[in-house]
C-alpha cells in the first residue's frame, strides 16, 4: 500500500488548495507558507470584537471569532467555495483543526457541546456532507466537547439570502431550524460552528432557539467572516 500511495503522489501529486504548489510531505490542504498569510482575524484575543457586536442588541451571544477575513479575490477565496461545492470536505477539517489549536487555551474549548448549524436533509444528500459538520469535526479533534448534530436540526428550505437587508435575512431563517430534545442543553454551554459569517442572520435565529430553550450560554466560531 506504501509504494501503491508514493506511485500515485507522483502521477497526482497533492496540491495546496491556495496556491497550487505541491505539498511538502508533512503538508495537507494548505501549504506552510499560505497558513503564515492567512488573513487570520485574531478576534479570540478580544471579547469586543466585529463579529460579536454583529449579535449585540439581536441575540444573547457570550462570544465569538472567526479564523480569518473572507473577501472577493481574496487568494483564501477558493477554500469555502471548493468546500461547499467541490466536495472537499478535507478543507472543512483541517482548516478547523487549525483553528482549534489557537483556542485551545481560550473559553472556547470548553464548550459542553459543539453544534452545527445544520443543513436540510435534502441538501445534505445531494451534496454529500454538510460543511459546517466538517469544520466541527476539525475543531472537535482538539476540544474536549460532545459533538452533536440531533439537537439543532433544519426543518425547511429559506428562499435566498441575496438583496435582503438584515432584518429580512433574519425573518427568512428563524423559522427554519428547530431544538430537538431541549432537556440536554439545559444549562449547558453550547459552541455554534458555522462556514461563514456575513449579517449572521442564521447564526442569530440558531442562537435565539437555544437560548429559548434554556442553554447556559452561546459562543460562535465560524471559518470565515466576510
Known amino acids: 500500500m506504501s509504494l501503491l500511495n508514493d506511485i500515485l503522489s507522483f502521477i497526482y501529486p ?3 488548495e ?3 504548489r505541491v505539498f511538502s510531505e508533512s503538508e495537507c490542504v494548505i501549504c506552510s507558507f499560505c ?8 478576534y479570540h484575543l478580544d471579547e469586543v470584537n466585529p463579529m460579536i457586536q454583529l449579535f449585540w442588541g439581536r441575540v444573547e451571544v457570550l462570544r465569538a471569532s472567526s479564523y480569518f477575513f473572507f473577501y472577493k479575490g481574496s487568494p483564501y477565496q477558493p477554500l469555502l467555495h471548493k468546500l461547499k461545492y467541490k466536495g472537499k470536505k478535507n478543507i472543512g477539517l483541517v482548516l478547523g483543526k487549525l483553528f482549534a489549536a489557537e483556542l485551545l487555551y481560550t473559553a472556547f474549548s470548553e464548550s459542553d457541546f459543539i453544534i452545527p448549524i445544520p443543513l436540510h436533509p435534502k441538501k445534505q444528500k445531494k451534496r454529500g456532507y454538510n460543511q459546517s459538520e466538517m469544520i466541527a469535526k476539525g475543531i472537535n479533534t482538539l476540544f474536549n466537547s460532545e459533538l452533536n448534530t ?21 425573518l427568512n431563517m428563524k423559522d427554519q431550524f428547530c431544538v430537538e430534545a431541549p432537556e440536554l442543553i439545559k444549562g449547558k454551554s453550547i459552541l455554534l460552528v458555522d462556514d461563514v459569517v456575513t449579517t449572521g442572520s442564521t447564526l442569530e435565529a440558531c442562537a435565539q432557539l437555544l437560548n ?8 460562535i466560531l465560524t471559518l470565515a467572516i466576510a
Open 14 to 16: 497533492l496540491k495546496c
Open 150 to 170: 440531533k439537537i439543532l436540526l433544519r426543518k425547511g428550505f429559506a428562499e435566498t439570502q441575496t438583496n435582503k437587508n438584515r432584518f429580512e435575512r433574519f
Open 212 to 219: 429559548d430553550a434554556g442553554c447556559g450560554e452561546i459562543s
Open 35 to 42: 497558513n503564515m498569510k492567512l488573513p487570520r482575524s485574531n
Open 18 to 20: 491556495v496556491c497550487g
